[in-house]
């Protein structure tokens, strides 16, 4: 089994729609984000936990909501959704307690907003 | 605003030769920087991660870092057709990963 993964894989919706993405990872790590990314602007950050009780602003989080329900377990929400939030989300986790922290992806989420 | 700068491509070499991938970033604070590929349509897959300036080998892929210039580069020797993907920079500055927009490579049997 894939150890970090993401439902649904595709999604097709409307706009002004509520969605949440769900994200659930079997590695054990501590840390989990949220990243959208569009051709040609690359992986940008939208929301990112360091364990359950934080929760931080990334770079682009206009527009969006998260949830951290357990470690496992890290949720996205679009409560309106919006053309413009058509992209490719991935989720991804880290270890804080290595020496050289590195992130691993999940296999992603399309999005499309008509 | 922190920044990681990549030549977008398309970078194209014929199989078996070398390909070359630079990276540069803004943030002199920098501590770890990584490479990912990525499939067309698939999640990033890490390569290699380099932290101490100098050369890091493994297998085929060697990483290249000069904190002085602020740039990192990842040489792929002996290139072949799997190796066309895009090929994504990030660094850590202690807080969270910026990526640059990657690199598409298109290796030409």
């Known amino acids: 089994d894939a150890d970090v993964t993401q439902t649904p894989r595709n999604r097709i919706t409307k706009t002004g729609k509520r969605i949440m993405l769900e994200c659930s990872q079997t590695?054990?790590?501590?840390?989990m984000y949220w990243y959208r990314q569009d051709p040609g602007l690359g992986l940008r950050l939208i929301y990112y936990?360091?364990?359950?009780?934080?929760?931080n602003k990334g770079e682009i989080s206009d527009g969006y909501s998260v949830s951290r329900q357990a470690q496992a377990k890290f949720s996205l929400s679009l409560e309106s959704a919006i053309p413009n939030q058509t992209a490719l989300y991935f989720c991804?986790?880290?270890?804080?307690?290595?020496?050289?922290?590195?992130?691993?992806f999940g296999p992603g989420t399309r999005l499309l907003v008509l | 605003q922190k920044e990681v700068e990549q030549n977008s491509g398309p970078l194209s070499v014929p199989e078996g030769a070398i390909a070359s991938l630079n990276c540069t970033y803004s943030?002199?604070?920098?501590?770890?920087f990584f490479w990912y590929r990525q499939y067309s349509g698939k999640s990033p897959e890490l390569i290699m991660f380099?932290?101490?300036?100098g050369d890091k080998e493994d297998g085929r892929f060697t990483a290249q870092l000069n904190k002085a210039s602020q740039y990192v580069s990842l040489l792929i020797r002996d290139s072949q057709p799997s190796d066309s993907a895009t090929y994504l920079c990030?660094?850590?500055?202690?807080?969270?990963?910026?990526f640059g927009p990657g690199t598409r490579l298109s290796v030409l049997p």
């Open positions: 991804a986790t880290s270890d804080s307690g290595t020496g050289v922290e590195t992130q691993y």
């Open positions: 590695k054990g790590h501590d840390r």
């Open positions: 936990s360091f364990d359950v009780k934080d929760i």
């Open positions: 943030d002199r604070g920098s501590q770890s």
């Open positions: 380099i932290y101490s300036n």
């Open positions: 990030a660094v850590d500055d202690g807080q969270n990963f910026v």
